[in-house]
């Protein structure tokens, strides 16, 4: 009896293109710690700048460790480049809450690019499928051509707009609250951790599906 052919379907391919262009926890970590030397500094002393200070060394020595073991620099330069944002933005203000607007700034433009996504019919996911394909700078929408590629894409990208909705609908009262504290804890909670959920969710409705793709969309 001969061996059962084995049909690549859309949630195979986004499966295994999505776990290589989300980048891993200490890339997160990496991100996420110049926040946290910042509060926790600001919490003991309440002096902004030296809480500034404390977050720019931290990003500069995260850095400086990347570099140290040869790896990639993509997340650890994207946190310094974020802290520098974060540290123009409380000193100019002079209120240490401000050092968490340009996240909240950058959630609402995500969010709002992912419903607009969706909207459109070119899902968010879709184009994370691309960037994770090592043929996309041959054709980056290919995957545009495969209808099943889009409806899958489409439902996935509907998990990544209740994560900003949930990560805006925190974050945000606690802003205009001036609580600090609780804005660190909550940038930490509703980084990577908050993306392991997203993406365990997509998981579950991935391995639900059995979408056969077009080879056009594959190749």
């Known amino acids: 009896m001969a061996p059962e052919q084995h049909i ?3 949630e195979e391919v986004i499966r295994t293109r999505l776990a290589t262009a ?9 991100t996420a710690l110049p926040m946290v030397a910042f509060v926790i500094v600001w919490t003991i002393t309440h002096d902004l700048r030296l809480s500034v200070g404390a977050a720019l060394v931290t990003a500069a020595l995260a850095a400086a460790l990347r570099a140290a073991h040869g790896g990639s620099m993509q997340y650890v330069l994207s946190g310094f480049i974020a802290t520098g944002i974060a540290a123009f933005f409380a000193l100019r203000s002079g209120r240490a809450q401000d050092a968490f607007l340009p996240g909240i700034l950058l959630s609402t433009a995500y969010g709002s690019a992912a419903v607009l996504s969706i909207v459109t019919r070119w899902p968010l996911v879709g184009f994370i499928v691309g960037a994770g394909d090592p043929r996309a700078k041959e054709d980056p929408f290919a995957w545009r051509r495969d209808a099943g590629m889009v409806r899958v894409a489409t439902r996935l990208t509907f998990v990544i707009v209740a ?5 805006l609908g925190i974050m945000v009262p606690l802003y205009l609250a001036g609580n ?3 804005l660190g804890v909550a ?3 509703l980084g990577w951790p908050a993306w392991v959920a ?4 997509m998981g579950a409705l991935l391995a639900r599906g059995r979408t056969p793709v077009t080879r056009d ?3």
Do not use: P
Not at 198 to 201: G, Q, T
């Open 8 to 10: 690549e379907t859309v």
């Open 22 to 30: 989300v980048g891993g926890w200490r890339g997160s970590l990496e």
């Open 163 to 167: 994560l900003y909705i949930v990560r």
């Open 180 to 182: 600090v504290a609780a």
């Open 187 to 189: 940038r930490v909670v």
């Open 198 to 201: 997203a993406l365990a969710v």
């Open 217 to 219: 969309a594959s190749s």
